[in-house]
């Protein structure tokens, strides 16, 4: 498994999908389904394995008004990379 960089493309790992609409949107896997609050449900909004984690950032940094974007990054890394040990998000 490689580490997230700045041009890896996230995206949900396979047998991962997403069900129900706005607030309710859930994330299903095999194991069971994880509920999003706002922010980590838009992070993973964007893993779509075309985006890279650095786009990713960027149009956090925007949605958020972020002046701070080094702790966007932070938390986006510490919580896709958290995801990815669960095996619910590739690289």
Known sequence: MSDLEASSKPRLAA???WAGE??????VFPEGALRLKETARAIL????????????????????????????????????????QKRLVDF
């Open 15 to 17: 047998g991962c999908r």
């Open 22 to 27: 706005g607030e309710n949107r859930t994330l």
């Open 45 to 84: 909004e964007r893993c779509d394995g075309h985006r890279t984690f650095e786009q990713i950032v960027q149009e956090l940094e925007v949605a958020y008004n972020a002046a701070d974007s080094g702790k966007i990054r932070q938390d986006a890394f510490t919580f896709l990379e958290r995801l990815r």
